[in-house]
């Protein structure tokens, strides 16, 4: 499922570039965003790609309120290992193989034969088209949970990755046009929903200052230092890192009350720097 979803992933906004549909910037910007969506879920740190990929049915279609922070989308960290793979190749070959020949020479195979792939066939295939020991490789990008080298293999192609604290809940990753301002900001560790009483939250983030104070998916929060709440983000602007606040919520007919340390927000939000042309990968 990595490959064959995440791969597509990838090459769907790869080819919006490619095609002239969309410019460097916009596709950088687009990356930034899958970057960040990744980044901002604990779950990469507990479940593998092969294991997203083997338990799809069961939990990534299944998903309740605790998903953020027990699995990850093989359909966005495959498209991220996808890239990653494909800028190795790059690099490791002086410029003179990608990705692009490991899938001609998929396609190739499957006009030959008519036949689908043995579990292991596909890193064997891009082993043996690029020449290249990709091993490690593999092992890292699917078998374990570490951070893929992204900085490191975007730097070969004149794209700098730098982390920033979130403007607004709005605000998944964009392109820089200089450095980023890594604004001062508190966050709940939370996501959100309208609900006619307030908020409901969906998702409660592992380590955030929601779920140290006990709140859990579900939840209602009704308000913040006895002010009603409808906007998190206007409400939150108020306030500065290390600042208490009293929060009233509901869960289910039980009136909760909490006074919550605010911390300062995560840097987890991607900004790519363009320091020359974007690299060659983006158009060929």
Request: glycine fraction near 10%; charge should be negative; proline fraction near 3%.
């Amino acid at each position: 499922m990595w490959a064959f979803e995440g791969i597509t992933s990838y090459y769907d906004d790869l080819t919006l570039v490619r095609c002239g549909l969309i410019d460097r910037k916009r596709y950088l910007g687009l990356l930034a965003q899958t970057i960040s969506g990744v980044q901002r879920g604990a779950g990469r740190l507990k479940q593998t790609l092969e294991e997203s990929s083997f338990n799809a049915w069961t939990k990534y279609y299944r998903q309740d309120e605790n998903s953020p922070n027990s699995i990850v989308s093989y359909y966005t960290k495959g498209a991220l290992a996808a890239l990653a793979l494909d800028l190795t190749i790059r690099r490791d070959s002086a410029g003179q193989l990608s990705l692009d020949d490991v899938m001609r020479a998929l396609w190739q195979k499957w006009l030959a034969d008519g036949q689908g792939l043995a579990e292991n066939e596909w890193e064997a295939v891009a082993q043996q088209v690029t020449g290249l020991d990709l091993g490690e490789f593999f092992e890292r990008a699917l078998r374990r949970t570490d951070d893929l080298p992204l900085a490191e293999l975007l730097a070969t192609q004149g794209v700098s990755l730098l982390w920033d604290v979130a403007q607004s809940v709005a605000d998944r990753g964009s392109v820089l046009d200089g450095a980023p301002a890594k604004a001062p900001r508190v966050s709940l560790g939370v996501k959100t929903a309208a609900d006619p009483l307030g908020l409901k939250l969906v998702h409660v983030l592992e380590g955030g200052a929601a779920q140290q104070a006990g709140l859990s998916g579900g939840d209602i929060l009704l308000a913040l230092d006895g002010l009603r709440l409808f906007d998190l983000d206007k409400a939150l602007a108020r306030y500065q890192p290390g600042d208490t606040v009293t929060l009233h919520a509901f869960r289910r007919d039980e009136l909760l009350m909490r006074d919550i340390a605010l911390p300062a927000a995560p840097a987890d939000t991607c900004r790519l720097l363009l320091a020359d042309e974007g690299g060659q990968w983006l158009v060929h």
